[in-house]
């Protein structure tokens, strides 16, 4: 075990040396040499001294080490939050951790279950609403070190338990135990707990968001302050009493009451007052602040003045406004419910004091005197309403009652002096206890008692006290602490006992120094208090018999532990107290227990006229008196009066008894320095208080036990390392024991429970080396493993490489040697061809000139030849021509001779020939024969023509057949006009029978298929018409032909003939294009009548349209048709007569008619193609229905409003404007036809249920469902008011909307007034549902924000987990986050889509989205600004990343300024992620960071949780960061201003929209009949 032990004393280790200056210094082991049983340790402390501890081990072992230094804790725990984390818990380690705490501007720290508040000196950023809230529902351990987390922890742990608790704040004077407390009160009576129901909280809340009874609370502070606090040398608030506060809460929990117990008022003070102290503040305020009129009455001035006021020489305090402070005291005093008129009175009382002590006692003769004249004591006297004289006798004398008589005494000044004071006192006290008992009444009166349902106490009592002097008050004190030590540490005991147990480990129990038999010494049977009683009760009992007494009881073996008789002298006496011995003087102690005034003054003041006086001094008197228990048989006054430390004892046992039926909770509060300077840290000083106030105690206590605890999975988590791989599996409860088997030997170091191992204190430390060692192993296996490879690859690199350079410059070798080679091949190739090039040029000349030779000789030798060839050739010729010309010759002459023969013989033959034609030449039948041909051509040509009129013949009858025709149809319309007219007059006389007009309408429909088939008809005539004419066309052609023909016979033919036929042919064509012009005419309209609008009313006429019969007088046809009148009147021919007809009205827009037939919703002039009969007069019927008042509201407030279905958003497919703001545009429509007619109340009751119940109807919904609903309504009730807006503006121009309307009676005032009332209450209205609206919004967002942007962890490789390890006892695993980011987004989308969708505009939607990532921002940046163990490295990416995500969605939702209002929190993030290891990193930091107030950057850097890799920021940098927080800065802030849920800011109500045209669009599945038929009426 001691090798063991020695083993952690490696070379480096830090250890801690006491320093008388310092406490503990820090020093580190140099060199350490063990041989044989020898040790010796080298140690080099900070300020560079050698220490050398030689030992030997058995020594070691047999001390327990003692003998070696304390270890000093790794600095990565040195600041810790809580003591019992720390892995070496001893003084040096406490001290130091709370020092490097305080230093970093940490002023609280955990050490266990109790809170160490160091006192800041300064005011400073902790304790603002919004911190308050943070803590709010945290578990203890979940936040920072913080009063708080303590409160809220005694809050739930009343609600959990059902058991009242208490907060025992103790400490020295002015280590803040009254602030404290004071924070403690502000953070109960201003949570707002979100888990209670807020209807409760809020209805009887006043403007601070208190309660009455909460205000009240808080008001008891400076009252009891005023009255109880003085300034001291050590404090300049000290509070001169003990006081327990009772805060009550009933079965809601919520604060009914309160009750305040006090202890032990420092009576001595305000008689006198040392050096620099003051009297009670009460005085110096009354003396400042009391109006000059009052001022006068009491005779009171500047407080110097007084002689109980001015003994301490200082009558201010720096910083502290009197007169300020007493108007602070009367207001409180009237909160508290005490009248102005009871105020003054107690403040005479006390003026009535201050005269009571400037009475000039003098003395001659040992006898004292009292001038009758004395100012004071007239004044005093009477204020108090008592006798002067009477008062004066009694001040200077004094009467002794023995059984038989009484004789009165003269006292010398001295005892005169005791009486005035005591009187004094007496009166003070008196007024004390009654003002406690008033502010009881008030705040815990019968009512309020039977309500009560648990209560939790704050304890806010002096700690313990040791001076030079000590005297009565201080062994009061050092009593009552000593009682409240004992509790702590059996509470302590019974926790750490509870732990064990319900582990079921095997312990047995460490024995501690229990503190029962100095209590006992104190309270006993025969203790020091009931002699002190007892020698009180004696005549003759002084303080030096008592004394004695004291002696001869305990100054004996038997308590000689905690009871001691000082050396020199017999005046003191010694109590060693658990924190220190304390020698207390007797001087003046049974005067202080007595605490009488004579009989005589009590009697005397009994009498008094003072009503108030007699009143406080008979209530005063019965609540000092029950407190004590009732002694045996009393006969005397003086005997029934109990003593001042019986009371004490009796209430100091009252105290205890309620403190163990509670659940109690510790704050330890330490004053860092005499000179109450901010931030000086005094080290001794700080030490006896941790001694003083337990908390080294307990880390004692709980260091002989097992204080370090983990569960098995922590334990696993962290050290799973230590054992080999094929060890790790799910079971950790078993891997756990193979960690331990295998590091730890000593099997007394640890125990195994049922869910915790337990180790000794240094356990931790010693795993955390095994740990460190085992990862540094491991580091230097994979470095090891990673430089290898690291050099491997190189390697092969470097030889590739070398291999490519060799290839590369082979390649450059071997290329130089083929251009060598290849520029010898070319110098050969060269050669070769020009050697090749001249030899073939010899050659061709050789060649050439051969040839040339050759040549000539051969046309020598053929010259030759050819002369021979030419002489042949000539001769044969010459012979040729001569034989031809004999040959010719002889041919000639026999042809001669051959001619004239045959001549002569044919001239006898013809001579015959020519006498017979003579003779046949005579004959003329020739030309007859010729002339019948042509006559039978002309018969044919008439035959032809007659045949052609003939045909025309017909034609004309079927052109008549065809007139006739249209001349009956005419008719037959003009017939069936007369019969609607016929109609319309009997429907004028008579409604017409749903029968009658059913057979109309069949007999309608039968004409409507008549004419139908006459027009098609008419078209198959058309066409006929049309065939005709082209035969026509055709014979026209033939026509022409033929006469060409004829012309050609013109000399032949009969001319008559020729002519008729003429004649009648150009008859024929022009019939022909009459013909065709009459068929052509009818389609295109003559201009004049398209512009004519009538024309289509009048063209429905035909189709027998209602309209056309509604408005006959202003449209008759027949002035519209005047201009055509005499052509209609004179048909010149038969197609004349067909082109008029075709021009009739009737006729010719038939086929307009006929597609307005065919459209359903035709809007003839009227408006109506429905309902014929009922329409008739629209106006009567808006009217009627408009006054159907209760059936409208009806349809518009349940139907439009309340059951609407509001569409659903959407960003593919928007609804269309008419769809969403239809509710809007329905409404306008309603109002402004009430306006035409004149329904001004009533559209006014419209307006006024329209919109109560939109804001009814959209506070209805909560949470998620609360978003599509109030940006539906946002947008209409915007439609709604612009509708409004351009009504006013219409107005302000001076149109009438109910100009021509016979509607009531219009009054323009009454409009004027309904359109300003409405457009107001719209806009109240807009924002109202703007803030409804954000509100759920943003109370839903708030739920979300912290889960999703601090807790939720998105990216996989940075996953964290915080849980505590030493902090297990109160916090129970992780859990996974309520909410992600994908949750968040999905919310602000559905935001975004529905304002969109619901064309909310630009600017609100801004707003909206603004105020959301406002409140995403600072509420996030605010909690991560109060976390504890959370903000490291990969905390900070996981946060940016979600902040990225949140940043996309706004750059993709047309809002990228939107990001600013996270900017906070987005340097929160940088700042955890920016390194931290030097001062230069920090100035980064802080220009990074520029948004961040220097105490948010303390805050983050101070709350840094440094991973396992990192090294820990160093204190320097922690100190220099702190440094620059600067004090009292207001803009210096630490949280944000919280964004309000309540609240959202101002709305800006966006410029009016411009207003739609009336639209009645109502979706088919509204069944709203009468706004519908209203809607349409009205369009
Ligand atoms: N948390 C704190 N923040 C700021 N200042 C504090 C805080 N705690 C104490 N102080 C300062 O210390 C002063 C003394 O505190 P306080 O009056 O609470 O001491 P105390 O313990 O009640 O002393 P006493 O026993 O004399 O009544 C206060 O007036 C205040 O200025
Ligand atoms: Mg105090």
């Not at 032909?1041 to 012309?1047: D, G, K, P």
Request: net charge positive.
């Amino acid at each position: 075990m001691t090798s063991h032990s020695l083993d952690v004393y490696g070379k480096g280790t830090a250890v801690w040396f006491p320093d008388d200056k310092e406490g503990w210094t820090s020093a580190q082991l140099v060199s350490k040499d063990v041989s044989g049983d020898n040790v010796k340790l080298t140690f080099l402390t900070d300020d560079g001294k050698d220490v050398v501890i030689g030992t030997t081990l058995t020594k070691l072992s047999k001390t327990n080490n003692a003998e070696l230094p304390p270890l000093r804790n790794p600095p990565m725990l040195e600041s810790a939050d809580d003591l019992t984390s720390l892995s070496y818990l001893n003084e040096p380690a406490v001290l130091h951790t709370i020092r490097t705490r305080y230093l970093q501007r940490n002023i609280y720290t955990y050490s266990g279950i109790v809170l160490i508040a160091t006192n800041p000196f300064q005011s400073v950023s902790l304790y603002t609403q919004d911190i308050i809230q943070a803590y709010s529902g945290k578990r203890r351990g979940e936040l920072e070190p913080h009063v708080f987390a303590i409160a809220e922890d005694a809050y739930r742990a009343m609600l959990r338990d059902e058991q009242n608790q208490t907060i025992v704040v103790s400490g020295e004077s002015g280590a803040g135990k009254t602030a404290s407390a004071k924070f403690i009160m502000r953070y109960f009576a201003s949570v707002d707990d979100k888990d209670r129901s807020q209807d409760v909280k809020k209805s009887n809340a006043t403007t601070s968001g208190m309660s009455e009874v909460e205000e009240q609370i808080m008001a008891t502070n400076p009252i009891m302050e005023s009255f109880g606090n003085a300034k001291t040398t050590r404090n300049d608030n000290s509070s001169r009493f003990g006081k327990y506060l009772e805060i009550q809460f009933d079965k809601n929990q919520n604060i009914i009451g309160a009750r305040i117990r006090t202890y032990l008022l420092e009576r001595s003070r305000l008689v006198y007052q040392p050096e620099t102290e003051r009297n009670y503040h009460i005085f110096y305020q009354l003396c400042a602040g009391a109006p000059p009129s009052e001022k006068k009455n009491l005779e009171l001035g500047d407080f110097t003045q007084f002689h109980y006021l001015k003994q301490g020489g200082s009558g201010t305090i720096p910083g502290v406004d009197d007169a300020a402070e007493f108007e602070t005291t009367q207001k409180a005093l009237s909160v508290i419910g005490i009248t102005i008129q009871t105020q003054w009175q107690i403040f005479k009382l006390c003026a009535a004091l201050l005269h009571i002590g400037n009475i000039e006692i003098t003395e001659s003769r040992n006898t004292a005197m009292v001038s009758e004249t004395d100012q004071a004591l007239v004044t005093a006297t009477k204020l108090l309403g008592i006798k002067t004289a009477d008062f004066r006798k009694w001040l200077v004398k004094k009467q002794i009652v023995t059984k038989s008589e009484k004789i009165v005494k003269d006292l010398n000044a001295q005892q005169a002096n005791v009486v005035r004071d005591s009187v004094a006192k007496y009166i003070y006290a008196n007024l004390f206890d009654w003002l406690v008992n008033v502010i009881n009444e008030s705040l815990s009166n019968e009512e309020v008692a039977k309500n009560v349902s648990s209560f939790i106490g704050v304890l806010d009592i002096y700690g313990f006290e040791h001076f030079k002097k000590n005297s009565f008050e201080q062994f009061c004190i050092n009593y009552a602490n000593e009682k409240l030590q004992q509790q702590f540490n059996q509470h302590v005991f019974k926790l750490e006992q509870e732990e064990y147990v319900r582990e079921k480990i095997n312990w047995t129990f460490i024995e501690f120094s229990d503190n029962q038999p100095c209590i006992e010494l104190i309270e006993g049977k025969i203790g020091i208090l009931s002699l002190l009683d007892e020698e009180s009760r004696l005549p003759a009992g002084t303080d030096s018999s008592w004394c004695n007494k004291l002696y001869q009881h305990f100054d004996n073996p038997t308590h000689k532990k905690y009871f001691q008789k000082p050396r020199f002298g017999n005046s003191s006496f010694i109590i060693s107290h658990y924190a220190h011995d304390v020698e207390y003087e007797v001087e003046n102690f049974l005067e202080k227990n007595k605490d009488t005034v004579p009989d005589e003054h009590l009697a005397l003041l009994k009498n008094t006229d003072f009503e108030f006086l007699d009143d406080i001094l008979t209530k005063g008197s019965a609540i000092a008196a029950p407190a004590a228990k009732p002694d045996a048989k009393r006969s005397s006054v003086i005997a029934k009066k109990p003593t001042l430390g019986s009371i004490f004892k009796a209430s100091l046992i009252s105290l205890m008894e309620t403190i163990n039926s509670t659940n109690v909770h510790y704050i330890r509060c330490i004053k860092p320095n005499e000179v109450k300077v901010a931030w000086k840290f005094e080290p001794q000083m700080v030490l006896s208080q941790l001694r003083a106030c337990g908390v080294l105690e307990t880390i004692r206590i709980s260091c002989a036990g097992y204080p370090s605890r983990w569960t098995f999975d922590e334990f696993v988590q962290r050290y799973y390392m230590l054992v080999r791989s094929k060890h790790w599996g799910p079971d950790t409860k078993k891997l756990c024991s193979v960690i331990l088997d295998d590091s730890i030997k000593d099997p007394d170091k640890y125990q195994v429970g049922i869910t915790k191992i337990f180790f000794r204190s240094g356990m931790l430390a010693y795993l955390e080396r095994l740990r460190l060692d085992r990862l540094n192993e491991c580091v230097t296996l994979m470095q090891k493993n990673m430089l290898r490879h690291m050099h491997q690859k190189r390697y092969q690199a470097l030889k590739a490489s070398t291999i490519k350079i060799q290839a590369l410059y082979r390649r450059r070798v071997a290329m130089s040697e083929l251009k060598r080679l290849r520029e010898e091949k070319a110098a050969i190739t060269i050669q070769k061809n020009w050697r090749r090039y001249i030899q073939r040029k010899q050659y061709l000349r050789a060649k050439k000139a051969i040839h040339k030779l050759q040549t000539v000789v051969r046309g020598v030798i053929a010259r030759q030849k050819f002369e021979v060839l030419c002489r042949n050739a000539a001769s044969t010729k010459i012979q040729s021509v001569y034989r031809g010309w004999v040959a010719r010759r002889d041919y000639k002459m026999t042809l001669k001779r051959i001619i004239y023969i045959q001549s002569c013989l044919r001239r006898r033959l013809a001579r015959a020939e020519l006498k017979a034609l003579k003779v046949e030449a005579r004959s003329a039948s020739h030309y007859k024969e010729v002339s019948y041909k042509l006559e039978n051509k002309v018969i044919e040509l008439t035959q032809n023509l007659e045949q052609k009129s003939q045909e025309n013949k017909t034609l004309e009858t079927k052109t008549l057949a065809l007139e006739s025709q249209i001349k009956s149809w005419i008719e037959r319309y003009e017939k069936l006009e007369s019969d609607s007219n016929n109609f319309k007059s009997s429907t004028k006389q008579s409604t017409i029978g749903i029968d009658e007009f059913k057979t109309l309408q069949t007999e309608k429909e039968t004409l409507e298929s008549r004419y139908r088939t006459s027009l098609e008809n008419i078209k198959k005539q058309d066409t006929e018409i049309q065939r005709l004419t082209s035969e026509i066309s055709k014979k026209d052609d033939e026509v022409a032909r033929l006469r060409a023909t004829a012309a050609k016979y013109k000399g032949a033919e009969d001319p008559a003939t020729v002519l008729a036929l003429k004649q009648e042919i150009s008859t024929l064509r022009e019939q022909l294009t009459k013909v065709k012009s009459g068929v052509r005419g009818t389609s295109p309209p003559p201009p004049h009548r398209q512009e004519n609008g009538f024309l289509t009313a009048a063209g429905s006429s035909s189709l027998k349209l209602p309209s056309q019969s509604r408005r006959p007088r202003r449209h008759s046809s027949a002035e519209s048709w005047g201009p055509n009148e005499a052509a209609r009147r004179k048909p010149k021919t038969s197609v004349d007569l067909v082109m008029a007809e075709a021009k009739k009205p009737g006729l010719r827009p038939v086929t307009v008619s006929y597609t307005q037939m065919n459209v359903p919703k035709i809007k003839s002039p009227g408006g109506r193609v429905y309902l014929p009969g009922v329409e008739d007069d629209p106006e009567e019927e808006i009217m009627k229905l408009l006054d159907d008042e209760d059936t409208l509201d009806e349809e518009i407030i349940n139907g439009l409003i309340k059951s609407l279905k509001i569409p659903l958003p959407s960003l593919q497919n928007p609804p269309s404007q008419k769809e969403i703001l239809f509710p809007a545009r329905i409404i306008s429509l309603l109002a402004k036809q009430m306006w035409k007619f004149g329904f001004i109340k009533e559209s006014e009751r419209l307006f006024a249920n329209v919109m109560k119940t939109i804001q009814e109807h959209v506070m209805d919904f909560e949470g998620d469902e609360a978003i599509l609903p109030g940006a539906y309504w946002l947008s209409n009730v915007h439609e709604l008011l612009s509708f409004a807006n351009a009504a006013e503006r219409d107005m302000l121009r001076g149109v009438n909307p109910a100009a021509e309307s016979g509607g009531k009676a219009f009054e323009w005032h009454d409009y004027e007034r309904l359109v300003s009332i409405v457009k107001h209450d719209l806009e109240s209205l807009e924002y109202n549902i703007y803030h409804t609206w954000m509100k759920e919004l943003k109370k839903r967002l708030f739920k979300m924000v912290i889960p999703a942007v601090i807790e939720s962890q998105s990216l996989p490789g940075f996953i964290t987990n915080e849980n505590n390890r030493f902090l297990t006892k109160f916090i129970t695993g992780p859990t996974t986050p309520a909410f992600s980011m994908d949750d968040l987004l999905n919310f602000l989308n559905k935001v975004w889509k529905a304002m969109k969708s619901y064309y909310v505009e630009m600017s609100v939607i801004q707003q909206v989205v603004t105020e959301l990532l406002k409140l995403i921002g600072v509420t996030s940046f605010n909690d991560l600004l109060m976390r504890r163990n959370f903000c490291s490295w990969k905390r900070a990416m996981q946060i940016q990343y979600n902040i990225t995500r949140i940043e996309e969605w706004c750059k993709s939702h047309e809002m990228p300024e939107g990001t600013l209002q996270l900017e906070h929190l987005m340097q929160a993030t940088k700042l955890l992620q920016l390194k931290k290891a030097t001062l230069g990193d920090i100035e980064i930091i802080y220009d990074v960071c520029w948004m961040l107030t220097p105490t948010q950057i303390q805050k983050l850097i101070s709350h840094y949780f440094v991973a396992d890799y990192e090294n820990p920021i160093s204190p320097e940098i922690l100190k220099a960061v702190a440094s620059r927080v600067v004090a009292n800065d207001k803009t210096d802030i630490l949280m944000l201003d919280a964004t309000p849920l309540e609240d959202s800011g101002p709305f800006e109500v966006p410029s009016p929209r411009d207003v739609a045209p009336p639209d009645n669009y109502l979706p088919a599945w509204l069944n709203l009949p009468h706004v519908k038929r209203l809607g349409t009426l009205a369009t």
